[in-house]
C-alpha cells in the first residue's frame, strides 16, 4: 500500500472512538497491510479479549505484536529510526508512523500524535 493509499484509509478515522470489531487498531493494522485477515475477523468480537481468542483460533497469533515478531517480512528497528509505514506495537495496541505524526488511539478515539514520543517496540517492512 503506498502512502496515499495509507492516508485515505487512516484520515476518515481521525477523531472515531474505538470499537472493538469494528474499528479497532488492530482491525486498522490488518487492512493496511494484510486485508484478507482483516475480512475474516472484522465484526467477528466485541470485546479486546474477544479479538485476542478469534485471531488466536483464525492465525494462530493473539495479538499483531506475536504476528510481526513471526513474519520474515516484518524486522524490529530502533525507535529513533521511525519513518512513514512503520508500525509500532504496544502491549496490546498497534500504531502506524506517517513521519512526524503517527495514527495512534486514546480514551478520545483515534488521533495523531507527535512521532517523538513513540514508546513501544517498531516494525519496518522490508519485503
Not at 466485541?46 to 524486522?75: C, M, P
Not at 513521519?99 to 495523531?112: E, M, V
Amino acid at each position: 500500500m503506498d502512502k496515499k493509499q495509507i492516508f485515505d484509509h487512516l484520515r476518515p478515522l481521525l477523531g472515531q472512538k474505538l470499537e472493538y470489531g469494528v474499528n479497532d487498531c488492530n482491525l486498522v493494522f490488518l487492512e493496511l497491510f494484510y486485508p484478507e485477515m482483516a475480512d475474516a475477523i472484522r465484526g467477528r468480537y466485541k470485546t479486546e479479549r474477544g479479538g485476542f481468542s478469534v485471531a488466536k483460533r483464525e492465525f494462530g497469533y493473539a495479538n499483531v505484536g506475536q504476528l510481526l515478531d513471526d513474519y520474515d517480512e516484518w524486522e524490529e528497528i530502533d525507535n529513533s529510526f521511525a519513518s512513514f509505514g512503520d508500525v509500532l506495537f504496544r502491549i496490546k495496541s498497534v500504531s502506524i508512523c506517517l513521519g512526524d505524526k503517527t495514527f495512534s488511539f486514546d480514551a478520545d478515539g483515534f488521533k495523531l500524535i507527535s512521532t517523538n514520543r513513540l514508546v513501544g517496540t517498531l516494525y519496518r517492512k522490508v519485503k
